[in-house]
């Protein structure tokens, strides 16, 4: 099996393409801890629950931007080929 | 095994395709599925307005339910845009308006069979560069000059512009991270249907519905409120609190 440079970069896209949306990591983490704090505060105040809701939902939306920006690079490095 | 994965690999499709190839400037520019969508898109919202107009220009004491569809949908926009700009909500209202019936329809045009317009980012960055242009246009408006440079240079005093460049490249990122967000929330979802559809082709049947109101109803509707939510804020923000 021959293996020329064309291969060998389309190979390390879609190892980079793999590494990049390790960034959902991130997102996860931060949109369980709005989760949680959102559950709290809903078992504090139950007559407030549309307004937190509507608050953790637009909180997560935000937090969510980063992972998002992996998904775009591997998408990139993936379709769009960049490198060749 | 390995073989039919590569062969149903080509029945994926989600990307943008060009329709009719345009001469422009010496260069061929195309026509692409993106602008037949957006077209589609207005289409529906042009007609439901001529609709909404009529019946409202013969609008009755006790609302029918048509009548009351219109009603609820205008009651529950201004509520929103009265909810997060107070004073400042009258002069936005038809604008913020507008962009959450567009971007709401074109996210959930998923579902009618479009690619939706708003997974192509010419699309998202224009809306973008909208929210751009109004937050520095208000900006301008409402407050002084002198108030302007005081603000840009803000965590130190006026005399040390150091915090200045910061301070710009921050104003310059809002289009860009709104437009991506919304861009990569609504290609993501695509992606995944036409994943799906492409690769299990023969057991996709009937259960990608339940995919389907999660990545184009729900995905699109809360992109589509915090897109018009942090265009509101910064505008209101842009404005100031002054009298």
């Known amino acids: ?84 | 095994m390995n073989q039919a994965i590569l062969l149903s690999a080509e029945n994926i499709d989600f990307m943008i395709h060009g329709i009719i190839p345009v001469e422009f400037l010496g260069q061929t520019v195309w026509i692409t599925t993106s602008h037949a969508c957006i077209l589609i898109v207005m289409a529906i919202l042009i007609v439901f307005a001529v609709v909404a107009n009529r019946k409202l220009k013969k609008a009755t004491e006790v609302p029918d339910a048509f009548q009351n569809i219109i009603e609820l949908i205008i009651e529950s926009l201004e509520g929103m845009v009265r909810g997060s700009m107070d004073k400042w909500a009258p002069g936005f209202i038809n604008y913020i308006g507008t962009i959450f019936l567009f971007i709401l329809i074109s996210n959930i045009s998923g579902l009618l069979g479009l690619r939706p317009p708003t997974a192509d980012y010419g699309t998202t960055l224009c809306l973008g560069l909208i929210t751009f242009s109004l937050i520095h246009i208000n900006t301008l408006r409402h407050n002084s000059l002198k108030q302007i440079w005081i603000d840009k240079c803000s965590p130190l005093p006026p005399w040390l512009p150091v915090w200045l460049p910061i301070n710009i490249i921050s104003d310059i990122a809002v289009p860009i991270s709104l437009s991506l967000r919304l861009f990569a929330n609504i290609l993501s979802g695509t992606v995944i249907m036409s994943l799906i559809y492409g690769l299990l082709q023969i057991i996709a049947i009937g259960w990608p519905g339940i995919l389907h109101i999660y990545f184009d109803l729900f995905s699109g509707a809360i992109q589509t409120y915090v897109f018009c939510m942090l265009t509101m804020t910064y505008i209101a923000n842009a404005c100031g609190d002054t009298e």
Request: positive net charge; glycine residues 20%; charged residues 10%.
């Open chain 1, 1 to 84: 099996m021959d293996i020329n440079g064309q291969d060998l970069i389309r190979a390390c896209s879609a190892i980079g393409a793999g590494l990049a949306v390790i960034a959902g990591i991130g997102p996860g983490v931060g949109q369980g801890i709005a989760a949680g704090h959102g559950a709290a505060a809903v078992g504090r105040n139950p007559g407030a629950q549309g307004k937190i809701m509507s608050t953790m939902l637009l909180g997560q939306a935000v937090a969510e931007t980063t992972g998002l920006y992996g998904l775009v690079i591997a998408l990139l490095l993936l379709f769009v080929k960049p490198l060749g």
